[in-house]
T-cell receptor, first 113, second 113 residues
Framework: DQQVKQNSPSLSVQEGRISILNCDYT??????FLWYKKYPAEGPTFLIS?????DKNEDGRFTVFLNKSAKHLSLHIVPSQPGDSAVYFC????????????FGKGTHLIIQP | DAGVIQSPRHEVTEMGQEVTLRCKPI?????LFWYRQTMMRGLELLIY????????DSGMPEDRFSAKMPNASFSTLKIQPSEPRDSAVYFC???????????FGPGTRLTVL
């Protein structure tokens, strides 16, 4: 049973436009959410996070939105750049007090010139 | 800082052999996590340590898997005996606190023939 779901395996966006990556979760105990970016043959790299007491967190071109009632979060990247092409993982923690992360299966973002 | 260091980067072994994966966390980080990535299951938490003590090993798939952290700067994940279905990329991550930003190593790609 997947507790964190990323329903789009891939997403193609034109350079300069906005990229929106979506993530849904089922465990209402989750209280901290993170986005990671991963290039081939490398480990995931932390991008941005949000606590459940907030509904938005912004860091440069990256903004994460959290809708607790819908159990949904999204990552906005604007403007999208070629270097943003990577696999993006949504992760959550707090379910039952665990400190490890529960990951979605990832969305492969492709930025087209 | 050198980041999280994992060795070896690639391991090819035959079914039934013992495999040992190694991890050096970032100095000063109190938490160490072992994850496994497969096509079918994505990134999943195997076990994590806090101050060298195993806290949650519920993700360890079978008794063939074991993990140790003899000191703050070294951890091992051992598979004995290995099976073809253990083929995956194994990541080690560390963090100062949980569940905040975890820093991942480059991973060990394990192939069991």
């Amino acid at each position: 049973d997947q507790q964190v779901k990323q329903n789009s395996p891939s997403l193609s966006v034109q350079e300069g436009r906005i990229s929106i990556l979506n993530c849904d979760y089922t465990n209402s105990m989750f209280d901290y959410f993170l986005w990671y970016k991963k290039y081939p043959a490398e480990g995931p790299t932390f991008l941005i996070s949000i606590s459940s007491i907030k509904d938005k967190n912004e860091d440069g071109r990256f903004t994460v939105f959290l809708n607790k009632s819908a159990k949904h979060l999204s990552l906005h990247i604007v403007p999208s750049q070629p270097g943003d092409s990577a696999v993006y993982f949504c992760a959550a923690s707090g379910g039952g007090g665990a400190d490890g992360l529960t990951f979605g299966k990832g969305t492969h973002l492709i930025i087209q010139p | 800082d050198a980041g999280v260091i994992q060795s070896p980067r690639h391991e090819v072994t035959e079914m039934g052999q013992e495999v040992t994966l190694r991890c050096k966390p970032i100095s000063g980080h109190d938490y160490l996590f072992w994850y496994r990535q497969t096509m079918m299951r994505g990134l999943e938490l195997l076990i994590y340590f806090n101050n060298n003590v195993p806290i949650d090993d519920s993700g360890m798939p079978e008794d063939r898997f074991s993990a140790k952290m003899p000191n703050a700067s070294f951890s091992t994940l051992k598979i004995q005996p290995s099976e073809p279905r253990d083929s995956a990329v194994y990541f080690c991550a560390s963090s100062k606190t949980a569940p905040n930003e975890q820093f991942f190593g480059p991973g060990t790609r394990l192939t069991v023939l």
